[in-house]
């Protein structure tokens, strides 16, 4: 059984750019959450989503947003980017999101410059 | 605010010795406690915990969690080189499905 995979794995960007970022969860997987992961905070919540819909959304502006589409496969967008957007982001695939065991891609690692 | 604390920090260690990592938390309609090892990118599950008292054991790792005490340790027996990582705990409650608060993480070094 595959698992988590996040593509790309490296990414680098100049300040003001857009960036997406992509996640597909384990098969059978509806849940995919998304989390910022920096030396100083550690693993921060970005959102989660559960068949398309947006079920949680973490302290984050608005310049960050995510979709997911009908294969459960998720998409993060980080808009305007900033210097301290730098950072590794990694999403999480489970079951159903609430209860169960949450799998971790390999992360993208974003640098903004 | 749900809130996870690990301790210690970090922890250093030989090859062979016995290690307890902690974990304690404060989260409203506990569901769940988690434990992942991460070691250069993404944090490879461990554990999930339910329920109090119940030991959960894969190998040389066990863990067990506390309801009543707002806490979960991971045990390491006979270390070796390659528990070299850092630990994170994570727990989720609330009506925060999907979402995991997570500890700082302990960062095990095992020297040979």
């Known amino acids: 059984k595959a698992g988590v995979t996040q593509t790309p794995r490296y990414l680098i960007k100049t300040r003001g750019q857009q960036v997406t970022l992509s996640c597909s969860p384990i098969?059978?997987?509806?849940?995919v959450s998304w989390y910022q992961q920096t030396p100083g905070q550690g693993l921060q919540f970005l959102f989660e989503?559960?068949?398309?819909?947006?079920?949680n959304k973490g302290n984050f502006p608005g310049r960050f947003s995510g979709r997911q589409f009908s294969n459960s496969r998720s998409e993060m967008n980080v808009s305007t980017l900033e210097l301290g957007d730098s950072a590794l982001y990694l999403c999480?695939?489970?079951?159903?999101?609430?209860?169960?065991?949450?799998?971790f891609g390999q992360g993208t690692r974003l640098t903004v410059v | 605010e749900d809130k996870v604390v690990q301790s210690p920090l970090s922890l250093v260690v030989h090859e062979g010795d016995t290690v307890t990592l902690n974990c304690s938390y404060e989260?409203?309609?506990?569901?769940?406690l988690l434990w992942y090892k991460q070691e250069k990118k993404a944090p490879t599950f461990l554990f999930m915990l339910?329920?109090?008292?119940i030991e959960k054991k894969s190998g040389r790792l066990s863990s067990i969690l506390d309801k009543k005490e707002l806490f979960s340790i991971l045990n390491i027996t006979a270390t070796q080189t390659g528990d070299s990582a850092v630990y994170l705990c994570a727990v989720e409650g609330g009506t925060s499905y999907g979402k995991l608060t997570f500890g700082q993480g302990t960062i095990l070094t095992v020297h040979p």
């Open positions: 989503y559960f068949s398309e819909t947006q079920r």
């Open positions: 999480a695939s489970s079951y159903r999101g609430g209860n169960t065991e949450a799998f």
């Open positions: 989260v409203t309609n506990f569901r769940s």
């Open positions: 339910t329920s109090s008292g």
């Open positions: 098969s059978g997987h509806r849940s």
